[in-house]
């Protein structure tokens, strides 16, 4: 059997490649070898999150897997049909149960009945998106266009236990082309200031609210709807989260606390992110510039025609999630940096 050939230390070289390479092979039923996972990185191969995404979508597919172990480089899965069903998963670290989702989601789409899931790891992770933005961005977006899923965060996980808890659902879906240009005029700000018990005397999320608050009503002249949230977990952590909904869109963001970083300080870094999304007039984060281009392959796939989308930024990220989808889907990107950053997808 013809593998498909992915070199995973292109582009930025790391676990997204596996991720898209993984849940493409499932959706187009061809097999594929990746080698060189995350050679660059301080500790390569394959990692605990990396890993469950790889074994969750084998089963859903029946695939025959080589190299499927931690620390693994070269990895080889040959899918078979993608059936839907339950996964019970446990990354068994603080990794991040939205990327596993991520890559899940994708495969999901073409599975033959509704797939029921359930997670434990990491839900507010460094170098990730959270599962709020998972949830209340991503799936959001992704609703325009047919996808049929939701997303339910029962208890939270920070680094370094982890130990939170998500479920989800998701229908097989018949996803639309996208022409995602305009983001039109802001309508409302919300977002989630999220801390650890222990953290409860020191006022950490009262201290994020007050800053994005007052950031959110300087810039915008909007009152924002910002809580406040304490919760039980196994290691200490905060967070914040900022959505901002518009016309034809949602876009957000984010930051995470780490030791001897206040609580002032998170906030502003997140007021800082959504300043220049607003500012640019985009239609998608920098974090959904990515994520999108599975889907805007398969839109353009299904409906015949051209997706277009306006990014804030085309991220490494975003140039090698494009590599990868045109190994395996009959599609063409394009990017157009003049002005704006408008990716466009077309069927081959």
């Not at 498909?4 to 849940?23: C, F, K, L, N, P």
């Not at 985009?282 to 353009?300: K, S, V």
Request: glycine content about 8%; charged content about 25%.
């Amino acid at each position: 059997m013809d593998l498909i050939e992915i070199d995973g230390s292109y582009g930025e070289g790391g676990g997204q490649i596996i991720r898209t390479a993984i849940a493409l092979a499932a959706v187009s039923g061809k097999a594929c070898r990746i080698d060189n996972i995350r050679i660059k990185r301080r500790n390569p191969g394959l990692q605990a999150q990396h890993l469950t995404a790889v074994n969750a979508i084998g089963k859903l597919c029946d695939a025959e897997i080589k190299g499927n172990e931690l620390g693994s480089t070269e990895i080889e899965f040959i899918p078979h049909e993608i059936k839907g069903g339950s996964l019970s998963l446990n990354v068994g670290t603080a990794g991040s149960t939205a990327l596993v989702l991520q890559a899940i989601m994708m495969a999901a789409t073409h599975c033959e009945k509704a797939l029921d899931i359930k997670i434990t790891g990491g839900t507010l992770n460094k170098w990730a998106p959270s599962v709020y933005y998972l949830n209340n961005i991503t799936l959001s977006l992704l609703r325009k266009i047919g996808y049929i899923g939701n997303i339910v965060l029962h208890k939270h996980g920070f680094y370094p236990k982890g130990g939170g808890l998500v479920e989800a659902r998701i229908e097989p879906s018949n996803i639309h082309a996208m022409q995602w240009i305009k983001s039109g005029k802001v309508l409302e700000i919300s977002g989630l200031c999220l801390a650890s018990t222990d953290l409860q005397d020191a006022k950490v999320a009262e201290r994020m609210q007050k800053i994005a608050r007052q950031g959110v009503f300087r810039e915008f002249q909007l009152s924002p709807k910002i809580k406040t949230e304490y919760v039980q977990s196994e290691s200490t952590g905060c967070g914040i989260d900022i959505l901002a909904v518009y016309e034809n869109s949602v876009m957000g963001a984010n930051a995470i606390g780490e030791p001897g970083k206040r609580a002032e300080k998170v906030a502003k870094e997140a007021l800082d992110d959504l300043r220049e999304i607003h500012n640019s007039d985009a239609c998608l984060d920098r974090h959904m510039a990515d994520q999108i281009i599975p889907y805007m392959a398969l839109g353009t796939i299904n409906d015949k025609k051209e997706s277009a989308v306006k990014v804030l930024e085309i991220t490494e990220h975003a140039r090698t999630n494009i590599w990868v989808v045109e190994k395996f889907l009959p599609v063409k990107f394009s990017v157009d940096e003049n002005n704006k950053i408008i990716i466009k997808c077309e069927k081959t």
